[in-house]
Structure formats: C-alpha cells, structure tokens
C-alpha cells in the first residue's frame, strides 16, 4: 500500500480511515488540533473553504444514520466537496448487488471517497483493499467507529483542557459497541484510563489484554470519574437474551441525578447518540451543564472536516490505495 | 517600517495586523509592539493559515500538513488589514490569504508588508510596505529567522555560502 | 480403474515406506495390473513403463476421510473431475466426499451418480459418504442399508451437526448394522449462535461474533455419553480444542468406540489468522487459540487423534469475497496438507513414519478401506515424495476450482513429485494432471 502522506515531520495517516488502532497519539493531537481550525469555519462569514473543491464524497450507508451521515456530508460541504449519498433503500443493494460490485460501480464514477457505514465488521477494509479511492469508515458492525472516537476526544479536550490523566467510564452494551472499541484505543493511547461498567451478558470475552478496567456496578464504575459515557442500548438486545428485560437494564445501569453525584466536580456526561430516554440516561439529567451531547454534535463537523482534508486534501498522485486488482489464481 | 505603516494609515484607527502562519506572525507581533510603543495604541493582531486556501496544495505530492490555529481575534468587517509575512515571492500565498480574510467577512482595505520582498512575481500582487527589495535566483532560499539574539535573513544559494543581511 | 491398469510399471530409485508395518526400504517396486508384483532388488521384468524415483520417499497414497466434492449441484465451486485433481496432486488417492451436495447423498442414486463420475474421472479413487438423515433435515435417517450396498463408508450430516442426541443415538445404533461409522461436526448451534470466528481476543477487537470452545465440547460431550450409552462407531470431524481433545483421549482410554480427526489449519494457524486472511481464514469449526493448537498437536501425538483429514471446502471467489459475516466458512485443503502435515515432522512432534500412517493406512483402517500399504500383493496406489521440495502454494494456481486458501503464496516444504493410482501415474510433477 502506498502511503504518500509519510514524512518525518507529518506522521502517518492515511490513505484511509479504518480503524484507530493505527493512529498514534502524535497523529491523534494533529487532527484534533487540525479539527480546532475547523471550529473557526463555522464561525465564518462564508461557511466554507475550497480545500476539497472539485471532488467528490460519497457517503455509502447500509445502516439507517441521520447523525453520522449529516455530519460527513455537513462536512465535506464546507470543505466545498460534492456529496452524493446513497442509502440501501434507494440503491441496488436491495436487488442483490454485492458490496464489492457496488463500490466498484461507485468508484467508475469517479468518487474521490466514500464513506463506509455497514453492518458487518471489517466491510470498510474489505472495500478498501479492492479500490482506488479513499476510504473512510463510517461504523461498520461491531468493530470501529473512527470518527466518533475522534469527535469525543475532541469534546473531552475540549471541555476539559485535556486527555491524559482522566479517568472515562464507558458504560453499557460494550459487547456490540463500535463506539467503546474505538474509543477505548484513543483514550488509552492518548493516557485517559478507561473503565467499562457493564453487566457480563455485554461484555466481550477475550478482553483481557484490552487497557480497561471492568466494572459490574454503575455506581462503583462512574465513581470519581471525569467523563462518563453512556452508549445507546440496541433495544432488540433484551430479545437476544442479552439482558432480561430494558426496564431492569434502566434500572442498573441508566444515569441519574443521584449516581451523578459520585463524578469528579466538572465532569462531562457524553453519549453517541441518538439517546434512548429514560434508558441509559433518565430525562432531567440529558441537557444539564455537564452533558456534552449537544456539543459532541457541533464538535463532530469539525473534526469530519479534519478527517476529510487530511485523507482527501491531496492531489490524485496520492489517492493509491493498493491492491485495486485481487489475485487471480485458479488454474481452471 | 512601523512608522512608514501608521504614516500612510494616519494613525491606528482601524488598523488590523494579520499574520500569514508561519512567517509572518512573528513580525505582525513585532510590528504590532512598535506600534503600540509609539502611539500607545495597540492594534489587534490576527494570524491566519491559509493551507485551506493555497492553490498547490493538490500538487505538491508531499504529505498534507496538519493545520495550525488561525487566530482572529475581533471581526475584521469594516477594518483596514495589514496582511504581514515575512518574504514575499509568488504572491500565491497572498492572494490565498486575501481569500481566507474575504470569505471570513468584509474587510475596508487589505494591505500587505513584507520583511522582504524576493521578485519573482507569478500573480498581480505588490506589498505596500517592503522591508527589503532583494533580487533572487529561482533556485535560491531565503530564511527569515526571528529568534531573539539571533536575527537576520539568510540568503542560500544550491551550493551553500551564507550571505548575511542585517535587517 | 482404466486399462492401463494392466500394464506394467516399473519404479526404480526409491525409498518405499509400508505403515502398516513401519517397513522402509530402498531399492525398486515392481507394479503388475495395479498392484504390487515385486519390491526391493528386482529388475524391469516386462515393464512397459519405467521410472527413476530419484531416491525420493514411495508411500502408500493419502486417504481423506473428509472432502467436499461439491458435486451433484455446486458445481462452480469444484467438481468430481477438479476435486480428483486437487487430490492426486495433494498425493491423495482416495477421498470420501460428504454428503451435503444439492440433491443431498441421502439415496442411493445419488451415491451410485458420484461413484460412477468418479470412475469416468479415473483420478483419485472416491468414496462418498451417506447423509444421516434425509435431506440432511435431521428428522428422519435414510436409508443405511441400500447406501451402503450402493458403496457409501460412512455416514454423516456434515455442515451440522447430527440434529438431536436422539437422532445420534438411532444412526449410531442403526449403522452398527452395516458396520459403518458415524461422522459427526461436533457444534452446538445455540452456542455459535451467529459467531463467525472463534470467540476469543481477536473476535472482541474485530467486533465479530464468536463461535465459543463450549460449541464443540458441548456436542462432544453429547456424542461420547450416547456412544456410550448405546454402542455403535463415533468418528468426530475436525477436532478443533483443548476440550474436545481431552474428551476424546478419555473416552478413549475407557475404550469407547471413537475415532477422530483433525485438519491441518487447527494445528498451522490460529484465530490470529483472521486479521490478515480474512474469508480465507474463515471455516468451522474456527481457527481457535495458541493453547488449542498445541493440544490437538498433543493429541496427534499421543494418538488421540487418529488421522489428519483436509474438510477440503471449495467455495468461488465470489462468495469469499464478501462481508467476512456474509462470507461461507470452508477453505480448501487437498493440495496443502501433505506440506502442513510435514511440518510436525521437522518441529519434532511426529515421526515421519507417524505421519505417514496418520495420512494413509490409518484413516484407510477406520473407514475399511483397501488402502494405506505398500506390500506384495496389495493396491498400487503411491505417492512420491520430495521431502525438501519447496513450493509456493497456490502459484501459479490451484488445481482445484477455487482459491479460497489462508496459505495462497505461502512457502510450503515437501512435494508430491508423482502420484500413482491402480499402476498408474495421475500426477507427473508439477503442472501436469494425467486426467
């Protein structure tokens, strides 16, 4: 894979955005400090730059997303790129096209990146292993969800000045969690120590070598801690048999006034979204002063736009991912 | 140079310096404290990266920079710019910077002064107030160094002899 | 098989190699209508055909006790014809097929239909194994008897698991009376659930869902208390963990009928595989941990595991390349596992002369076949080996129809350098199939 964006003074990032597993805390403070000069955009007179002027991003959704989707495409618009979204009800997905025939379609027409949301763990990589153009992962299955990750490190710094140091309990349904799984990595890497507050039914196995402590009880997870971040509860999980019933899971692990009381003094309440009242955080406690979730959305253009400048930002020279022919061995 | 600038402004009313990152913030400060020392008026000081709006960016092959912080502290709607940087060759950087002051909102004037001015002009773009005019090669370098102590502009040619221009 | 069978082949320069015995020798083997006439110090008697072995290794040829032909119904994933060449040029020369093609191997037309293409084939000798239960639907068994007259050796449901512990108990009471084995893919389906790969570390960072040790050890669990509450011939298919091999040994040690196998990616690779091989290290059972690779090594050792079979699944490049979740489990194996086998050898845990048993006269003896001996008198099925031949597997390309390998571009040790069925040579080296 040819990667045109190394250098010794520039770190490492790109050609894609798969997974933050790759990303080191160097590059990490460079696109938060990047996406810092994109808060300024928004703040223009004109709410955009013709950075990305010319190409064109393709937002490839296979999962229902208003946040996600709006975002990147709020995003590349300020960037001055064109947008084209495609969402599973409207293309041939539903007549049976594979991913890979569509995304070669995609890439026929000349799209300089497409955003990836999909079901299914690792499809982002698959794609961008058989194409030519960018490729950024939107959230696939269980697995990544680079930007969020990115848009909450963001929001912590932020709010609180800093990263390493905190303590974040992240609280919920770890198991099927994009989310904790990319932001137990960036948290970690960038020296936050990281909890997961869950019952065991929603906790992977194999998570022994993960940089976490695990926790059963809320109120024992969430005490002393600087951020806590709920994630949103899969209501079908309760029909998995993962949890008996979302009433007694409101019950052990929804946030509350009360509980709250246990965080360090200023700590911030953030959840991905969209947030099931009453479920992983009661009604009252959602727009307090501490809650980030409003300015976890804002927060989010700002670094997509970092994201998409970054990977897309240069000439077509460095849009090469490798690999665009797959071997071909079969004797017959 | 600072008091050729407040001459022609007429004073500080309206005055806005404007550094291009990275060069010229430190001599918008500089400029800025001159200014400040002779009308006991301080002008406010802005810093713009101007990355988002060069026009080689997709050409140059090189990795694509992290941005730095531009920086403007009050509107620059109805005030007189000095865009301030530190040489001035193709004016590519100017006109970016023109941009990125143009779409952030509507500015009275814009002005531009340079600590040097290098020749070799690829766009209709002059400084109104130039520290130095110092006729280059193409393949020369020109370092503009402002660590306190030690300041001055280094000419480089391909084979390396230094030439020092005191300021 | 063919008529060439009749001719006289002569094969000089080589170490012979009999399992059955633990008998080397050097010297040349005599090769008289298909069978072995004369070995050690004999001349070219009416040979029709010689040829110098080279000092290479002569053993009996492999026998597979599971492959998937995928004939009648997948045909663009392999069939009878490519199968047979992936074998022969594997080093194999006999294979039993599974039975879940489409229509399913559940009557003895289908049985027959398999047995006769494989004739017409005239490569790798092929035995196909009746499904347990009709249509593979786990309610009602089939026909055992009119399936074993039709030549089926064995008899399973592969891709599941036998359906109930009742179901288990009547096929494995009912095949006693044609003296076949049962061969189950021991799995508990509520315990896989939908996992993909093995649950473990590496499922957790990748966000897949695991297929848990317990989903084997269950159905293991299950299958030894009815073996032995009931009697009849257990063989368990692609042993995968630590439990499952611990349960084996034990039911072994209190002599209950049961066999195993296991398959050359359970003891080369583990899940960590999955992270650079994607599809192409996807199958089931799943590649587990460090720890279960080393206990089905250990379970080779001690004999707990009696074969190694290839579970050879072909699957078309499109259907691998997919969704990791989309994407069929099932690799391919036939060409490779000779290779892989070897490197137990050169690692120290089996003897040459235990892994040859292990590939040939062994598997042959658990499912009563005539093979695995190299002795006056007996089939003149070989293979030749180049024990420090190296290769590069799957370059320039399979034999089989499909691709779908973790070990494409591999360097592989060891190569078949002739394989030879009923006198007669089917693989030349490389290349060449003598179809």
Redesign the interface.
């Known amino acids: 894979m040819i990667n045109r964006l190394i250098s010794p003074e520039v770190p490492a990032f790109g050609p894609h955005l798969l997974s933050v597993v790759d990303l080191s805390p160097e590059v990490l403070t460079g696109i938060l400090d990047t996406a810092e000069s994109f808060l300024e955009v928004g703040h223009q007179s004109v709410k955009k730059v013709p950075v990305l002027r010319g190409k064109t991003l393709l937002n490839l959704f296979y999962e229902s997303s208003t946040r996600t989707r709006s975002s990147f495409e709020i995003a590349a618009k300020r960037l001055s790129a064109d947008v084209i979204n495609i969402s599973t009800t409207q293309s041939s997905v539903t007549k049976g096209e594979?991913?890979?025939d569509t995304v070669r379609t995609i890439e026929a027409l000349g799209a300089d990146g497409v955003v990836i949301r999909?079901p299914?763990?690792?499809?982002p990589a698959?794609v961008s292993s058989?194409v030519g153009c960018h490729v950024i992962n939107g959230g696939?299955?269980?697995?990544?969800h680079p930007t969020q990750a990115l848009l909450d490190l963001f929001t912590i710094r932020r709010k609180l000045g800093r990263i390493g140091g905190l303590t974040v309990a992240i609280i919920g349904d770890i198991l099927h969690s994009?989310v904790a799984?990319s932001n137990i990595t960036t948290l970690s890497r960038m020296g936050a120590r990281v909890r997961l507050v869950a019952p065991p039914t929603l906790l992977?196995?194999?998570?022994?070598?993960?940089p976490v402590e695990i926790f059963h009880s809320l109120e024992k997870g969430i005490e002393g801690c600087d951020v806590v971040m709920a994630l949103r509860l899969q209501l079908e999980r309760a029909a998995g048999g993962f949890i008996p019933s979302v009433a007694e899971y409101a019950r052990l692990y929804g946030l509350n006034a009360p509980l709250l009381e246990r965080v360090a003094p200023g700590a911030l309440v953030m959840h991905p979204g969209p947030v099931n009242r009453g479920i992983e955080i009661s009604g009252e406690e959602e727009f307090t002063e501490s809650s980030a979730i409003l300015s976890q959305v804002e927060f989010g253009v700002s670094v997509r736009m970092a994201v998409l400048y970054l990977l897309m930002g240069g000439g077509p020279e460095e849009v090469l991912a490798g690999g665009a022919v797959?071997?071909k061995?079969?004797?017959? | 140079m600072a008091h050729e600038i407040l001459e022609r402004n007429q004073g500080t009313k309206d005055l806005y310096l404007v550094g291009i990152l990275e060069g010229g913030n430190l001599l918008a400060q500089r400029l800025g404290e001159l200014i400040s020392s002779f009308e006991g008026v301080s002008p406010p000081i802005g810093a713009v990266d101007v990355t988002l709006y060069r026009d080689d960016l997709s050409g140059r092959g090189g990795p694509i920079p992290f941005l730095k912080q531009s920086h403007l502290p009050v509107p620059v709607d109805g005030r007189k710019i000095l865009l301030v940087d530190d040489v001035l060759f193709t004016g590519r950087t100017v006109r970016a910077a023109m941009d990125f002051l143009i779409d952030f909102g509507r500015p009275s004037r814009i002005m531009l002064a340079v600590l040097v001015d290098r020749g070799h002009r690829e766009l209709p773009i002059r400084a109104d107030f130039v520290g130095k005019n110092l006729p280059t090669a193409m393949d020369e370098k020109i370092e503009v160094v402002m660590t306190p102590g030690r300041e001055g502009v280094y000419l480089t040619r391909s084979i390396p002899s230094g030439d020092l221009h005191d300021q | 098989m063919r008529d060439q069978e009749t001719g006289c082949l002569f094969l000089k320069n080589v170490h012979y190699f009999d399992p059955s015995e633990g008998v080397l020798g050097y010297g040349n083997v005599l090769i008289r209508e298909g069978r072995v006439e004369s070995m050690g110090e004999v001349g070219p008697s009416g040979a029709v055909r010689e040829i110098d072995g080279g000092g290479g290794l002569l053993c009996p040829g492999f026998v597979d006790l599971h492959a998937h032909f995928r004939e009648p119904g997948y045909e663009y994933k392999e069939t009878i014809a490519?199968g047979s060449k992936a074998a022969v040029a594997g080093g194999f020369t006999a294979v039993c097929v599974m039975a879940n093609t489409d229509p399913v191997n559940d009557n003895a037309d289908v049985t027959r239909a398999i047995r006769e293409r494989a004739l017409d084939v005239g490569l790798a000798r092929v035995y196909p194994i009746g499904a347990v239960t009709r249509g593979l639907g786990g309610e009602h068994l089939t026909e055992m008897g009119r399936l074993s007259e039709a030549g089926c050796i064995a008899f399973s449901d592969d891709g599941k698991p036998v359906s109930t512990s009742r179901m288990l108990r009547r096929a494995l009471s009912y095949s006693r009376l044609f003296n076949r084995p049962v061969i189950d893919h021991c799995e508990d389906p509520e315990l896989s659930d939908r996992g993909v790969m093995n649950?473990?570390?590496?499922?957790?960072?990748?966000?897949?869902?695991?297929i848990?040790n317990a989903s084997e050890e269950v159905c293991v669990a299950r299958d030894l208390s009815v073996l032995e509450a009931c009697g009849g011939r257990l063989h368990v298919a692609h042993l995968s963990t630590a439990g499952g091999v611990r349960m084996v040994r034990e039911a072994k040690r209190r002599n209950l009928a049961v066999t195993a196998e296991t398959c050359p990616h359970y003891f080369s690779l583990t899940d960590e595989a999955v992270r650079c091989h994607?599809t192409h290290a996807k199958m089931n059972p799943p590649l587990r941990r460090e720890s279960d690779r080393l206990a089905v090594i250990e379970g080779l050792k001690d004999g707990t595991i009696d074969v190694i079979a290839t579970d050879h699944a072909p699957h078309a490049?499109?259907e691998k390349?997919?969704?990791?979740?989309?994407a069929p489990f099932g690799i391919i194996g036939l060409e490779t596992a000779f290779s892989l086998s070897l490197a137990l050898v050169r690692e120290g845990h089996l003897s040459l002369s235990e892994l040859i048993y292990r590939l040939s006269f062994r598997p042959a003896a658990l499912f009563g076949l005539p093979h695995g001996r190299l002795v006056p008198g007996g089939l003149a099925d070989f293979v030749l080996l180049d024990l420090s031949g190296e290769w590069e597997a799957?370059?320039?390309?399979?034999?089989?129809?499909?691709?779908n390998s973790p070990f494409?571009?591999s360097l592989m040790k060891g190569k078949v350098l002739k394989t030879i069925v009923g006198g007669r040579v089917v693989f030349d080296g490389e290349g060449d199939v003598c179809g």
Request: net charge negative; aromatic share 8%; proline share 8%.
């Open positions: 594979s991913l890979i999909h299914s763990s690792g499809a698959f058989r696939d299955g269980c697995h990544q994009r799984r992977p196995r194999g998570i022994e070598d993960w797959p071997d061995g079969g004797k017959e | 490519t649950e473990g570390s590496v499922s957790a960072d990748l966000g897949l869902a695991g848990p994607g490049p499109h390349e997919q969704e990791f979740d989309r799957g370059r320039p390309g399979y034999y089989s129809k499909s691709r494409t571009g």
